[in-house]
């Protein structure tokens, strides 16, 4: 089997030309995150009560806790708590789902993921592949079974 891809295409009023591509198997994270989401994102995290409600999360792991929990176990105001993670939320770090009368947070994984990866795209002399193990595996215990 042949590892390469002929693609054909118009250049202008030129007739057709065709260009063989060589396919590769590469890890490809571009595009996770553009840099506005990016400072988004640490922003969010730039702050001590909504970085120690990111962190008790992660800890929390993938059944989340109830906003009220969060807000007892930090000793926040659940006011204030909840214009905390409502910042998280729209920085794409934490997700929401109502249960009951309760609204469970949790870490939300491929945005955490996706500001990692961010964070080392260039890592590595220009080959990001090799970061790529380590992105996979630092929350693959929390990940939903």
């Known amino acids: ?24 198997f590469y890890f490809d994270i571009s595009g996770s995150m553009d840099i506005l989401d990016a400072v988004g994102a640490l922003g969010a995290l730039a702050q001590k009560s909504r970085l120690k409600v990111f962190r008790l999360l992660i800890r929390a792991g993938k059944d ?8 007892r176990a930090l000793a926040v105001p659940p006011n204030t708590m909840s214009a905390q993670l409502a ?8 997700s929401a789902k109502r249960q009951g009368r309760s ?18 795209e260039d890592c590595c002399q220009g080959e990001p592949s090799v970061c790529a193990p380590v992105i996979e595996a630092t ?7």
Do not use: K
């Not at 910042?87 to 934490?94: G, S, T, W």
């Not at 929350?139 to 079974?145: G, Y």
């Open 1 to 24: 089997m042949s590892n390469s891809l002929w693609v054909f295409f118009n250049v202008g009023s030129a007739q057709c030309q065709a260009r063989e591509l060589t396919v590769g």
């Open 64 to 71: 989340g806790m109830a906003a009220g929990d969060i807000a």
């Open 87 to 94: 910042i998280l939320f729209r920085a794409n770090l934490v």
């Open 103 to 120: 609204v469970i947070y949790a870490v939300d994984l491929d945005g955490t993921r996706a500001l990692l990866s961010f964070l080392v």
């Open 139 to 145: 929350l693959a215990s929390c990940a939903p079974e």
